[in-house]
Nanobody
Framework: QVQLVESGGGEVQPGGSLRLSCVVSETLFKSFSMAWYRQFPGKEREFVARSSRDGTTAYDYSVKGRFSIDRDNDRNTLILEMERLTPGDTAIYYC????????WGQGTRVIVSS
């Protein structure tokens, strides 16, 4: 059973920070690279950041230097630390494996607005 439960979203002002979490089923978490994706209104989901099982990371150019992805292997939890948020980061954020499987969680909404 695939479990992907995102949390931590909310509304912040530009320049603010948020920490997103995603609890993942153990088999999925320990078997695959994991990633954060986001979906802007009316758009397809897009890649944000990836954390491989060996700890290597990769970021979309739009978030590099502002976002940080991490894995809590004891809790099968994927983390996304987001700093210096801008209105352009407003989206629903999802986690999934990389490459993504067919099942998605409910996502967590991030709103950056003054």
């Amino acid at each position: 059973q695939v479990q992907l439960v995102e949390s931590g979203g909310g509304e912040v002002q530009p320049g603010g920070s948020l920490r997103l979490s995603c609890v993942v089923s153990e088999t999925l978490f320990k078997s695959f690279s994991m990633a954060w994706y986001r979906q802007f209104p009316g758009k397809e989901r897009e890649f944000v950041a990836r954390s491989s099982r060996d700890g290597t990371t990769a970021y979309d150019y739009s978030v590099k230097g502002r976002f940080s992805i991490d894995r809590d292997n004891d809790r099968n939890t994927l983390i996304l630390e987001m700093e210096r948020l801008t209105p352009g980061d407003t989206a629903i954020y999802y986690c999934n494996s990389k490459p993504a499987g067919d099942m998605w969680g409910q996502g967590t909404r991030v709103i950056v607005s003054s």
